[in-house]
């Protein structure tokens, strides 16, 4: 009972500190590219990879975007991880999906992306060809955020309350933020199932 009491405090609290101006921020960006007609590359590794294919799922059918994510097809992404490297192997594929400056990169990391500690040096490859190109880049990251904070054109960093929870808070939280950009009338183009029903 201690440690779900303790969870569940530290959640609140989290809610309470979010920054919601870079939240603002992203929702803004991706109104932008939805008006240039960009399209929404949604990265992550692990549960990061799972969210962005159920945030891409979101972003097709509610808000009317043209969005991917390199993990849906785990036959180019393996061969491209055995073929080339781990390293290359999101950068490549954005490469042949042609990414440029209408388009946007949103990062679902714990880490952000960080080349000296090898941690997730497929984002940081890909966001370092989201700068060449010019393509903007938004990212929900936990702790310092990494690469993904340092280059992001808005990042919401996850407050990190207790290190022994940092995976779980911002993994978890990066699903309600996403929620809440689908979700918001400035993006949602179409209704949502149950809230449809009467």
Request: proline share 3%.
């Given at each position: 009972?201690?440690?779900?009491?303790?969870?569940?405090?530290?959640?609140?609290?989290?809610?309470?500190?979010?920054?919601?101006?870079?939240?603002?921020?992203?929702?803004?960006?991706?109104?932008?590219?939805?008006?240039?007609?960009?399209?929404l590359f949604i990265?992550?590794?692990?549960?990061?990879?799972?969210?962005?294919?159920?945030?891409?799922?979101?972003?097709?059918?509610?808000?009317?975007?043209?969005?991917?994510?390199?993990?849906?097809?785990?036959?180019?992404?393996?061969?491209?991880?055995?073929?080339?490297?781990?390293?290359?192997?999101?950068?490549?594929?954005?490469?042949?999906?042609?990414?440029?400056?209408?388009d946007l990169i949103?990062?679902?990391?714990?880490?952000?992306?960080?080349?000296?500690?090898?941690?997730?040096?497929?984002?940081?490859r890909s966001l370092?060809?989201?700068?060449?190109?010019?393509?903007?880049?938004?990212?929900?990251?936990?702790?310092?955020?990494?690469?993904?904070?340092?280059?992001?054109?808005?990042?919401?960093?996850?407050?990190?309350?207790?290190?022994?929870?940092?995976?779980?808070?911002?993994?978890?939280?990066?699903?309600?933020?996403?929620?809440?950009?689908?979700?918001?009338?400035?993006?949602?183009?179409?209704?949502?199932?149950?809230?449809?029903?009467?």
């Open positions: 009972m201690n440690f779900i009491n303790q969870y569940l405090i530290e959640t609140k609290d989290i809610i309470d500190l979010l920054d919601k101006d870079q939240i603002i921020k992203t929702i803004a960006l991706i109104i932008k590219m939805r008006a240039k007609r960009g399209r990265i992550g590794v692990g549960g990061g990879a799972g969210h962005a294919s159920h945030a891409v799922n979101d972003f097709r059918k509610i808000c009317g975007i043209e969005a991917y994510t390199p993990t849906d097809n785990v036959s180019e992404l393996t061969a491209r991880i055995n073929d080339d490297d781990w390293e290359t192997s999101y950068v490549n594929w954005l490469k042949v999906s042609n990414l440029n400056q209408n949103l990062v679902l990391s714990v880490g952000g992306g960080h080349l000296k500690k090898k941690i997730s040096p497929n984002i940081v370092e060809l989201a700068k060449k190109v010019d393509a903007k880049i938004c990212g929900i990251v936990g702790r310092d955020g990494g690469y993904t904070a340092k280059v992001a054109d808005a990042c919401v960093i996850i407050p990190s309350m207790n290190n022994n929870n940092v995976t779980p808070h911002t993994e978890g939280f990066q699903s309600v933020i996403w929620h809440l950009i689908v979700s918001h009338p400035d993006l949602q183009k179409y209704k949502m199932k149950w809230e449809s029903v009467k």
